[in-house]
């Protein structure tokens, strides 16, 4: 189970949402093995008055934030992180410099799904 967050100016990612879900998925896909089926993304849209950020970042500026059961080697989240600047610059045309990715783990003990309480 992954869950995904995007943030970013409204607009930009009212224009964007599409490609940037794609590529999400296609990270994970590759570097998670999570199926299209599996597929929990947020797109949470600001106003600029509530997305304060440097000046060195454009309107197309993302913050993506992935919460995900620990456990997955090392190697694995490093790749992930890779493939999402890789993906999104191809699929979605937001640079390395536009985009800010923060994976959290937590214990399975620490998820419900379904009804049932991970352990």
Not at 46 to 58: C, K, Y
């Amino acid at each position: 189970m992954v869950q995904v967050k995007c943030y970013g100016h409204r607009a930009a990612l009212e224009g964007n949402r599409e490609a940037l879900s794609t590529a999400v998925q296609a990270a994970l896909g590759t570097a998670f093995g999570v199926s299209g089926q599996q597929c929990f993304q947020r797109f949470i849209g600001l106003e600029a008055a509530d997305f304060i950020h440097p000046d060195d970042r454009s309107e197309q500026y993302t913050i993506i934030e992935i919460v995900c059961r620990e456990g997955r080697a090392s190697e694995a989240k490093k790749a992930l992180i890779r493939l999402l600047y890789d993906e999104i610059a191809q699929r979605a045309g937001i640079g390395a410099a536009d985009v800010e990715i923060i994976l959290f783990e937590t214990p399975a003990s620490q998820w419900g799904i379904d009804g049932r309480v991970g352990t």
